[in-house]
């Protein structure tokens, strides 16, 4: 079992920054990767970024240079920093834990607004 807190989410304007945190406990030994997920509340949520238990990261084209997914594991946490936000940033943004076993862990997700 595996909990996922997100925080950090909020109203920006365009061109600025935030930084989510997904706080992670539980079996955190069996997970393989944590990923950022963003979507409409109910919708296909799409893939932002992802980091593996390795270090290994991979990013949507879409966020590629203005996003950067990173962890601290002395806190269980990952974050994503966000700079140079887009009004099409908006979206609920939600941590996700992929285990070993296969299976995935979601988070509530966080609201991120982006006006223009």
Same mark, same amino acid.
């Given at each position: 079992?595996?909990?996922?807190?997100?925080?950090?989410? $909020?109203?920006?304007?365009?061109?600025?920054?935030?930084?989510?945190?997904?706080?992670?406990?539980?079996?955190?030994?069996?997970?393989?990767?944590?990923?950022?997920?963003? $979507?409409?509340? $109910?919708?296909?949520? /799409?893939?932002?970024?992802? &980091?593996?238990?390795?270090?290994?990261?991979?990013?949507? /084209?879409?966020?590629?240079?203005?996003?950067? &997914?990173?962890? /601290?594991?002395?806190?269980?946490?990952?974050?994503?920093?966000?700079?140079?936000?887009?009004?099409? /940033?908006?979206?609920?943004?939600?941590?996700?834990?992929?285990?070993?076993?296969?299976?995935?862990?979601?988070?509530?997700?966080?609201?991120?607004?982006?006006?223009?």
């Amino acid at each position: 079992q595996v909990r996922l807190v997100e925080s950090g989410g $909020g109203l920006v304007q365009a061109g600025g920054s935030l930084r989510l945190s997904c706080v992670v406990s539980g079996s955190i030994f069996s997970i393989n990767a944590i990923a950022w997920y963003r $979507g409409a509340p $109910g919708k296909q949520r /799409d893939l932002v970024a992802r &980091i593996t238990s390795g270090g290994s990261t991979n990013y949507a /084209d879409s966020v590629k240079g203005r996003f950067t &997914i990173s962890r /601290d594991n002395a806190k269980n946490t990952v974050y994503l920093q966000m700079n140079s936000l887009k009004p099409e /940033d908006t979206a609920a943004y939600y941590c996700l834990a992929n285990m070993n076993k296969g299976y995935n862990y979601w988070g509530q997700g966080t609201k991120v607004t982006v006006s223009s």
